[in-house]
């Protein structure tokens, strides 16, 4: 098992999937089969993909909150519900469905830390100014996107806090801010697993700064206004992938 020999690794069995909890939005069915082909593809290690649907959710009595105006996908404020989705045990990932991996998930998982509560990219959003246009203010706030990749530590006494009640009730900035936990309980991983369409850069010879992991953020080119955008051929040739695959499925 790698070259991992640190006493803060997971307790994970080789033999238990590692979890993946997807955000799921049925405008965007097709970017969450293409995000779960390419973790699938690359994995070596076996991971068990689950769509977070609010429908489902709301059936089972675990998310009634209404949808704010804030809210941009079904799975806003539901994705804080991955530990209790886990039974608040063990590690297990969220991330959007507007995400491509390039990279094998099992580095991701390896560098996971029990010290930890969770763990993500801290992407710095410092605004230069605040735009003000017509009344329209540029939604910046702390610690934007960090919610959109976390990897959870389920069992973490702190992470018990997320109940269905409190995500059912609690504030957007209490929970994509992390205000339950303490600065120092927050992981951080390298931002090339959610490397921000349209904001991160890589630097030329250091393939340190490579993406490991696509968030088009701003919209992926299953959308008409974002087919041309940066990286969009990357994902275009894994929906096709996709596709061939499914129809082989259908003839079967
Ligand atoms: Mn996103």
Redesign the pocket.
């Known amino acids: 098992m790698g070259s991992s020999n640190g006493e803060n690794r997971p307790a994970v069995g080789d033999e238990q999937p590692f979890r993946i909890f997807v955000?799921y939005d049925v405008r965007e069915d097709l970017a969450y089969q293409v995000c779960r082909h390419s973790i699938l593809k690359r994995s070596s290690i076996p991971v068990e993909i689950i769509p977070i649907k609010q429908a489902d959710l709301r059936k089972n009595g675990v998310y009634w909150r209404e949808r704010g105006q804030t809210e941009s996908?079904e799975f806003s404020f539901s994705r804080f519900l991955t530990p209790y989705l886990a039974n608040f045990k063990g590690w297990a990932m969220f991330v959007?469905?507007?995400?491509l991996y390039l990279a094998d998930i099992k580095e991701l998982r390896d560098l996971i830390d029990n010290k930890f509560a969770v763990m993500c990219v801290h992407h710095d959003y410092t605004p230069k100014e605040t735009t003000k246009m017509d009344g329209a203010v540029q939604t910046v706030y702390p610690r934007k996107?960090w919610s959109?990749m976390v990897l959870y530590n389920c069992g973490h006494p702190k992470n018990k806090v997320l109940t269905p009640e409190i995500v059912n009730t609690q504030t957007g900035a209490f929970l994509h801010r992390f205000q339950w936990l303490e600065d120092n309980e927050i992981g951080s991983v390298p931002f090339v697993w959610n490397f921000l369409e349209g904001h991160n850069k890589s630097v030329e010879g250091d393939l340190t700064t490579l993406p490991k992991a696509i968030?088009?953020?701003r919209g992926g080119p299953w959308f008409e206004a974002w087919k041309n955008c940066e990286f969009a051929d990357l994902w275009l040739k894994e929906m096709e992938e996709y596709n061939k695959e499914a129809e082989k499925k259908s003839e079967e």
């Open positions: 955000g996908t959007d469905c507007d995400f996107n959109s968030h088009y953020t």
